[in-house]
């Protein structure tokens, strides 16, 4: 593979302390060099070693790849209707997810498989290079498998979430899908999962319920995620760290006792703004949960009833705006916060042996994604180290 320098960075992120500055590593007038897909080389631009193939960045930022810890790809159908009546009033409370079920099995694999390319390559666009993709909008055997088996051809990061809602021929009968989640389908569709997850949250699944979802899912090789207090307090938090789940999602409503064990624990709290923002929830308190050493995390949470949106740079403006993050905090929980949401050492950083997932901006510094809501900031994106987009004016 072709070696590449990226040189005349204006401000470069690593998101390693001891390359530079603070908690991103942060150098200036900096230079990189890619080879065999991994980050070979980081220093001054002036030192930049001789390479196959080069870029003169002209002094904007380069980034570390957006990981994107938290989205629902697979699934058919639309719901801006509901979202009209949001926006004019009508409280969420998730019931909207059977609406999806419904087209979701409609659907055959071909539209299945065109709506999870076309928003992957949206993600990429916006500089997300590793996204995790859930299951959930089928909830039947059949229909789980296809979706992790439809999201596996495009990520490696697949969850079964099986257990979103109870789907409509369950209606009152939630026990008896646990049962059948537990005992058929976690068994048939482990084999092409990494993750399991589940909805612990009134209108979904309660406690026991949840963990014995969970439970099942550790018994198949599965690790636990979370979706937890979006809509009110509850259990699911202190449940994922029971459970030793990577993340916890959502977080929006939590108790004191929450934060302490999560400050305690490995699970990361994922925030999800745009879940936020799309339903006018409260957002999370991010500060309380930094301020107490909890580690975070930003995902977009693409979804097509309440966060329909594939943007990270749209989610650390709200972090920065709504959430009382740090401009620097925001950029470290959608990149290296992202990458100890799923357990990866691979990935959120530009420090030597990284994969060589990166973005530029055209722009002087990782400042402007806050500062510039709403702009396609955006320039160029590798993954790999293969230069996959470029977005130019």
Not at 32 to 45: K, L, N, Q
Not at 313 to 340: D, H, N, Q, Y
Request: glycine share 10%; proline share 5%; net charge negative.
């Amino acid at each position: 593979m072709a070696s590449f320098v990226v040189s005349n960075i204006g401000t470069l992120v690593t998101n390693d302390p001891e390359l530079g500055a603070g908690p991103l590593g942060v150098r200036r007038d900096a230079a990189i060099a890619f080879a065999d897909g991994r980050v070979r080389w980081v220093g001054d631009s002036a030192a930049a070693p001789a390479a196959d193939l080069g870029m003169d960045l002209g002094g904007r930022a380069l980034l570390p790849g957006f990981v994107e810890s938290h989205s629902h790809l697979v699934f058919a159908g639309d719901r801006a209707e509901e979202f009209a009546a949001r926006m004019t009033g009508t409280p969420y409370t998730a019931g909207g997810i059977r609406t999806t079920i419904e087209a979701t099995r409609a659907a055959d694999d071909t539209q299945l498989e065109n709506t999870v390319r076309r928003l992957m390559a949206e993600a990429l666009r916006s500089g997300s290079t590793t996204v995790e993709c859930k299951t959930g909008y089928g909830q039947t055997t059949r229909d789980e498998l296809r979706g992790a088996l439809v999201a596996g051809r495009f990520t490696e990061e697949v969850t079964l979430l099986a257990a979103h809602v109870p789907p409509p021929e369950y209606a009152g009968r939630a026990d008896d899908y646990v049962t059948m989640v537990c005992d058929e389908m976690i068994e048939t569709v482990a084999p092409h999962a990494t993750w399991i997850d589940v909805f612990c949250e009134r209108g979904a699944f309660d406690e026991e319920q949840s963990r014995a979802v969970l439970r099942a899912g550790v018994a198949h090789g599965l690790v636990p995620r979370v979706h937890g207090n979006q809509l009110g307090t509850g259990p699911g938090v202190r449940l994922a760290v029971e459970m030793g789940a990577a993340s916890v999602d959502h977080v929006t409503y939590v108790t004191d006792a929450d934060v302490d064990a999560l400050a305690s624990s490995s699970t990361v709290a994922t925030l999800l703004p745009g879940a936020d923002f799309c339903t006018r929830n409260a957002y999370p308190d991010a500060r309380a949960l930094l301020d107490a050493g909890v580690t975070v995390a930003l995902g977009a949470d693409c979804n097509p009833g309440t966060s329909y949106t594939t943007s990270l740079p749209f989610c650390i403006a709200l972090a920065v705006r709504e959430m009382k993050m740090s401009p620097e905090e925001a950029v470290w929980a959608a990149t290296l916060g992202g990458a100890k949401a799923l357990r990866r050492t691979d990935i959120g950083r530009l420090s030597i042996g990284a994969r060589a997932d990166a973005l530029a901006l055209d722009a002087p510094s990782y400042l402007h994604l806050a500062y510039r809501p709403g702009v396609a900031l955006v320039r160029e994106v590798w993954k790999d180290g293969d230069l996959v987009g470029r977005h130019t004016a």
